[in-house]
């Protein structure tokens, strides 16, 4: 089966550096992306790992273990603008398809 | 460069229609992706169309159905539309489907069933 796993919420202070974490099962396995969505917009493009290891892009910076069918993504300098949902997602080879976790909703408070 | 465009942003619809969706990809993108967002849920997988073929399909029942043009351009139809139906449907696109290209959303279309 397939199965993609992320926490439902965290929240946070602005300022601080905050993880969220994703585990996922699938068949055959092309790289995961993380997402963020405003509520109401679209999804936008944050990062992609193929290979294990540790993505770094401004404030944001993703970690893959395939081995361990895990990835996180880091926030840090946490601004209210923030505050969004989350999405993994994994492009499952196997099924030919990009699949999506349930997303994470963070909430950054002052 | 202009990113991926959909069509109706809105749309009223009464149960038993039939909606359609249109979505022009990324210049050079041959990959379209369609997925259903209910109001509080994950993106659910709907269909994907690379060179104008139907790749695969999500656990969805026939009456959601759609195609890929020639310039790559695609539409969703959703035929006998329930209330439930309501919901955002995003599309995107991406080179070369199965290659793990990044794939780019479209700002979705929120269809309405009364």
């Known amino acids: 089966g397939q199965n993609i796993d992320q926490p439902t919420e965290m929240t946070a202070t602005e300022g601080a550096i905050v993880q969220i974490n994703c585990t996922y099962q699938?068949?055959?396995?092309?790289?995961l992306f993380w997402y963020q969505q405003h509520a109401g917009e679209a999804p936008t493009f944050l990062s992609y790992?193929?290979?294990?290891g540790l993505e770094e892009k401004g404030r944001f910076s993703s970690f893959l273990s395939r081995s361990k069918g895990y990835s996180y993504l880091l926030l840090k300098e946490l601004q209210m603008k923030d505050s969004a949902s989350y999405l993994c997602?994994?492009?499952?080879?196997?099924?030919?398809?990009?699949?999506f976790g349930a997303g994470t909703r963070l909430a950054v408070h002052p | 460069e202009a990113g991926v465009t959909q069509s109706p942003t809105h749309l009223i619809k009464t149960r038993g229609q039939q909606a359609t969706l249109r979505c022009s990809p990324i210049s050079g993108h041959t990959s379209v992706y369609w997925y259903q967002q209910a109001l509080g849920l994950g993106l659910q997988f709907l269909l994907w169309?690379?060179?104008?073929?139907?790749?695969n399909r999500g656990n969805f029942p026939p009456r959601f159905s759609g195609r890929q043009f020639p310039n790559y351009s695609s539409e969703l139809n959703v035929n006998a539309l329930e209330l439930e139906d309501s919901a955002l449907y995003l599309c995107?696109?991406?080179?070369?489907?199965?290659?793990?290209?990044?794939?780019?959303f479209g700002e979705g279309s929120w269809p309405t069933v009364v």
């Open positions: 790992n193929v290979l294990d």
């Open positions: 169309y690379d060179e104008g073929e139907e790749r």
């Open positions: 995107a696109s991406s080179l070369l489907g199965n290659s793990g290209n990044t794939i780019y």
């Open positions: 997602a994994v492009f499952s080879g196997g099924y030919n398809k990009l699949i």
């Open positions: 699938t068949s055959g396995f092309n790289g």
